[in-house]
């Protein structure tokens, strides 16, 4: 099966910093998303990037599906931004998460 | 607008009893899903359906099963429940067929299975 690899698995930052996340899968994927989820288990929809760069606020994400990888920026993260951050791509009928980086910044 | 609803929201139930999770969305998606995530883990896909009448399975559908009588509703039944299901059950839908296009979550289920 595909494998989704995101990297590092953890990140403490201190407040103001920026960040980028690594997501890395190994086979060709029709769609992906970035998602955030909050110290609540909550989970808020950040990209849907199946190819190209996208940008919200402070957040921005970049998938080059011909090399197999998305790249998640936060820049001047916040004590918000603290949770877990998961790719997900959807290979063979199935969406397939990552394991995740879990982010925490300290003020 | 509530989106995506999901009840029970934390439930503990005894083995071998059986468990309904139920899942409604108001925003007339074609396609929704049933996810669990583990302690520390991703989300892992149970069970689809692609629009009302129809379902799939996706990477761990042993122990689960779901119907899609109409477009909101898409309820997840443990028949006899192990502790192995021991979960955040995680309901998505999406507007167009399933597997494409973006997917949006509930709130999440607890379920502790003793």
């Known amino acids: 099966g595909i494998q989704v690899e995101q990297s590092p698995p953890d990140l403490i930052l201190q407040e103001g910093a920026n960040s980028t996340l690594r997501c890395n899968f190994s086979d060709s994927v029709n769609n992906l998303q970035w998602f955030h989820q909050n110290p609540w288990g909550q989970l808020i929809n950040l990209f849907y990037?199946?190819?190209g760069t996208k940008q919200n606020g402070r957040l921005s994400a970049t998938t080059v599906a011909t090399e197999r990888y998305s790249l998640l920026y936060i820049s001047s993260s916040q004590t918000t931004d603290s949770g877990v951050y998961f790719c997900?791509?959807?290979?063979?009928?199935?969406?397939?998460f990552g394991a995740g980086t879990r982010l925490t910044v300290k003020p | 607008i509530a989106g995506i609803t999901q009840a029970p929201t934390s439930q503990i139930l005894a083995a071998g009893r059986r468990m309904t999770l139920r899942c409604t969305q108001d925003?007339?998606?074609?396609?929704m899903y049933w996810y669990r995530q583990d302690l520390g883990l991703g989300l892992r896909l149970i069970h689809y359906s692609n629009t009302a009448g129809t379902t799939g399975k996706g990477e761990v559908p042993d122990g689960y099963s779901v119907s899609r009588a109409n477009t909101d509703d898409f309820p997840l039944t443990l028949a006899s429940a192990v502790p192995s299901q021991t979960s955040v059950y995680f309901c998505?839908?999406?507007?167009?067929?399933?597997?494409?296009?973006?997917?949006?979550f509930g709130p999440g289920t607890r379920l502790t299975v003793l």
């Open positions: 990037i199946p190819s």
């Open positions: 997900a791509v959807v290979w063979n009928n199935d969406m397939r």
């Open positions: 925003m007339r998606h074609n396609a």
């Open positions: 998505a839908s999406s507007p167009g067929p399933a597997h494409t296009g973006e997917q949006f």
